[in-house]
């Protein structure tokens, strides 16, 4: 369910993924035909100027156990709505579904077996901040001084009829799957539901009924349940994704994985009976501020701490996940969750310094007894063995553990630390 923006670029990159759990990539897709209706359809390069080969990345990915989701985007600046904006619909919608399938009808085909295209990317109209448009999605009335703009009255019907539909048809013509093209944080998730509800008198279609999984952008693991409860749980989307999660948010080094850890606990309570039911992409992998998960160098790229915490995720929750039983009882002033990892109980908690205590319940004792250690969700680092225990009675674990005077956590108001309790059996065998 990790995924990032972007691509890995060399083996190291490749190598660097897979120590960090990241199995999905995310990225465009073209350039098509940017200056002109004669120019010949290309659809071969994708990044940012279209610099790289994308056909070599795809079967890269696919030879190294990547996932890719190719973006479908934007309108040539010959064929724009407004003049010379490659965010505003197209003038000539056969020209952008003449693009689409040229995109799909390459990708989905063996050798490379692309399976999930996703529609443009945070296309809204007024943001429930107050702008009257959205950053990637211009009508009449635009100005790129957003103080200038008014609204773009027609935002969803232009999207619905000239983008979405005719793009989702094209998709599921050739089987793959419909992603919706990411909901900004800043449009309301009412407003959300109003576009996906609503019904083109043109076409005679809903949005919803065209969307194979929803996509949201920057929100909390919590705000997805509505969605869930109303376009996954009985239908008709197959899933929720969130395809950029993090940025500047990863300033907090609790941010990554509290997130994925809550995001997997959630996903275990709502029926993750499908691998790709889930799935937040990470915004973006690589780069030179201290907060992105590596630091590209030079000399070489290395890890920065939210990379090194992905790392320590991934080795300490490596097994098939289950929900726990029963709710955990986490003492005072401790919070977090927990899960099963094949057999091993994960707790992942935050707390102040001290003594502090959390109980599991439902889980009969190991029969060869068990080890409980305490480790810190930054560095991997394993607390001394005085400086945990469990014990149990009946079905129920109690874990005593004591949080470092020095926390992983930079909170100014109270600073905590992010750790990891894990119980699992002993596997010395008994004398």
Same mark, same amino acid.
């Given at each position: 369910m990790i995924g990032t923006n972007g691509w890995p670029g060399t083996a190291a990159d490749i190598e660097m993924w897979h120590r960090m759990g990241i199995s999905w990539g995310r990225g465009s897709v073209g350039p098509g035909?940017?200056?002109?209706?004669?120019?010949?359809?290309? #659809?071969?390069? @994708?990044?940012?100027?279209?610099?790289?080969?994308?056909?070599?990345?795809?079967?890269?990915?696919?030879?190294n156990g990547i996932r890719s989701l190719l973006f479908l985007g934007y309108t040539p600046k010959w064929n724009a709505s407004l003049a010379g904006d490659s965010k505003s619909?197209?003038?000539d919608v056969s020209a952008w579904e003449r693009y689409v399938d040229a995109?799909?009808?390459?990708?989905?085909?063996?050798?490379?077996?692309?399976?999930?295209?996703?529609?443009?990317?945070?296309?809204?109209?007024?943001?429930?901040?107050?702008?009257?448009?959205?950053?990637?999605?211009?009508?009449?009335?635009?100005?790129?001084?957003?103080?200038?703009?008014?609204?773009?009255?027609?935002?969803?019907?232009?999207? #619905?009829?000239?983008?979405?539909?005719?793009?989702?048809?094209?998709?599921?013509?050739?089987?793959?799957?419909?992603?919706?093209?990411?909901?900004?944080?800043?449009?309301?998730?009412?407003?959300?539901?109003?576009?996906?509800?609503?019904?083109?008198?043109?076409?005679?279609?809903?949005?919803?009924?065209?969307?194979?999984?929803?996509? @949201?952008?920057?929100?909390?693991?919590?705000?997805?349940?509505?969605?869930?409860?109303?376009?996954?749980?009985?239908?008709?989307?197959?899933?929720?994704?969130?395809?950029e999660i993090g940025d500047r948010y990863m300033l907090d080094a609790h941010y990554l994985p509290r997130y994925f850890f809550e995001f997997a606990v959630w996903a275990l309570d709502r029926n993750w009976d499908d691998p790709d039911k889930y799935v937040s992409m990470v915004y973006h992998w690589d780069g030179y501020e201290p907060f992105r998960l590596t630091h590209r160098g030079p000399p070489a790229r @290395?890890?920065?701490?939210?990379?090194?915490?992905?790392?320590?995720?991934?080795?300490?929750?490596?097994?098939?996940?289950?929900?726990?039983?029963?709710?955990?009882?986490?003492?005072?002033?401790?919070?977090?969750a927990g899960l099963l990892s094949d057999n091993d109980i994960v707790l992942q908690v935050s707390a102040p310094p001290g003594w502090r205590t959390v109980e599991a319940e439902g889980i009969a004792a190991p029969a060869g007894g068990a080890q409980v250690s305490f480790?810190?969700?930054?560095?991997?680092?394993?607390?001394?063995?005085?400086?945990?225990?469990?014990?149990?009675?009946?079905?129920?674990?109690?874990?005593?553990?004591?949080?470092?005077?020095?926390?992983?956590?930079?909170?100014?108001?109270?600073p905590k630390h992010l750790a990891y309790l894990v119980v699992r059996a002993n596997r010395e065998k008994p004398a």
């Open positions: 035909q940017p200056d002109a209706p004669t120019q010949p359809m290309r #659809v071969d390069r @994708t990044g940012n100027a279209f610099d790289s080969d994308l056909p070599s990345i795809i079967l890269r990915n696919n030879q619909a197209p003038a995109v799909v009808k390459k990708y989905s085909a063996p050798p490379y077996n692309v399976r999930h295209f996703q529609i443009w990317n945070e296309a809204a109209g007024r943001l429930s901040g107050g702008l009257p448009q959205a950053t990637f999605w211009h009508g009449p009335n635009f100005s790129k001084d957003e103080h200038q703009s008014g609204p773009y009255e027609r935002a969803m019907q232009d999207y #619905v009829e000239r983008i979405h539909i005719p793009a989702a048809r094209i998709v599921r013509r050739y089987g793959a799957y419909v992603v919706y093209g990411g909901w900004p944080d800043q449009g309301g998730l009412d407003t959300l539901d109003r576009w996906l509800d609503y019904r083109s008198p043109r076409l005679n279609e809903r949005m919803a009924d065209w969307v194979d999984y929803l996509d @949201t952008h920057y929100l909390p693991v919590a705000d997805l349940d509505g969605l869930y409860e109303r376009y996954v749980k009985q239908g008709p989307a197959r899933g929720v994704w969130q395809t @290395t890890y920065n701490v939210s990379g090194q915490s992905l790392i320590v995720l991934n080795q300490t929750v490596p097994g098939a996940l289950a929900a726990l039983p029963k709710p955990v009882r986490f003492g005072p002033d401790v919070t977090g480790i810190d969700a930054l560095t991997g680092t394993a607390a001394p063995k005085q400086d945990v225990a469990s014990s149990t009675n009946g079905d129920v674990t109690t874990i005593r553990f004591r949080v470092p005077d020095k926390v992983n956590g930079t909170d100014r108001k109270q």
